[in-house]
């Protein structure tokens, strides 16, 4: 059973470009969040999203940001005009939802490491 | 996002001590605990999930619950070299049942 996948694993980007990074996650899991760690900081909730719904961005900056998980595909985190500010690994989680428990164990992609020059 | 703190490390352990983790958190409300570990530019990796006051044990971890005092640990018996990583306590927010925070970890070190 494949794990949380994300592609690519290193982004290289310069100031003023598009990344985009990739998540797909478990089989049989339809939740999706990520999480962005910049260095020697901890992992920060940016935005949770449900097959073609956004159930909550409140940790994703207004601007430049933007997170899709459509129908068919993995999701999508989409960062436009980087910053090197936004030099981070960004990782993806992905979960079933315990009913059975009512708790959500969230499992993570191996991250993208995007670097902005 | 919700506080979580974890003791400052770096934490260093002899091979085959015990290494004990803690973690404190501000929701109140929060149900769900979880310790990840994360070897150094890898993704973490859950070890351990708690719910209910007391004590759970998994191998050679064994995790603790205090809600009334919002205090989780871990512990860690017969460390091996293979346990030398950054331990990432999680709770999970009581009000929305998926958003996690983390403290900013714990970096063990397990000397042969």
């Known amino acids: 059973n494949a794990g949380v996948m994300q592609n690519p694993r290193h982004l290289v980007r310069r100031r003023g470009q598009e990344a985009r990074l990739r998540c797909s996650p478990m089989?049989?899991?339809?939740?999706v969040y990520w999480y962005r760690q910049l260095p020697e900081e901890g992992l920060k909730f940016m935005v949770y999203?449900?097959?073609?719904?956004?159930?909550?961005e409140s940790g994703m900056p207004k601007e430049r940001f933007s997170a899709e998980f459509p129908k068919e595909g993995p999701s999508i985190l989409r960062i436009q005009q980087v910053v090197r500010g936004d030099s981070a690994a960004y990782f993806c989680?992905?979960?079933?939802?315990?009913?059975?428990?009512?708790?959500?164990?969230?499992?993570f992609g191996p991250g993208t490491r995007l670097t902005v020059l | 996002q919700k506080e979580v703190e974890q003791n400052s490390g770096p934490l260093s352990v002899p091979e085959g001590a015990i290494a004990s983790l803690n973690c404190t958190y501000s929701?109140?409300?929060?149900?769900?605990f979880f310790w990840y570990r994360q070897y150094s530019g890898k993704s973490p990796e859950l070890i351990m999930s708690?719910?209910?006051?007391g004590d759970k044990e998994d191998g050679r971890f064994t995790a603790q619950l205090n809600k009334a005092s919002q205090y989780v640990s871990l512990l860690i018996r017969d460390s091996q070299p293979s346990d030398s990583a950054t331990y990432l306590c999680?709770?999970?927010?009581?009000?929305?049942?998926?958003?996690?925070?983390f403290g900013a970890g714990t970096t063990v070190t397990v000397r042969a």
């Open positions: 989680a992905s979960s079933p939802w315990d009913t059975s428990s009512n708790t959500d164990t969230q499992y």
């Open positions: 089989k049989g899991h339809s939740h």
């Open positions: 999203l449900q097959k073609e719904n956004i159930i909550d």
């Open positions: 929701d109140r409300v929060s149900q769900s």
């Open positions: 708690i719910y209910s006051n």
């Open positions: 999680a709770v999970m927010e009581g009000s929305n049942d998926y958003k996690l925070s």
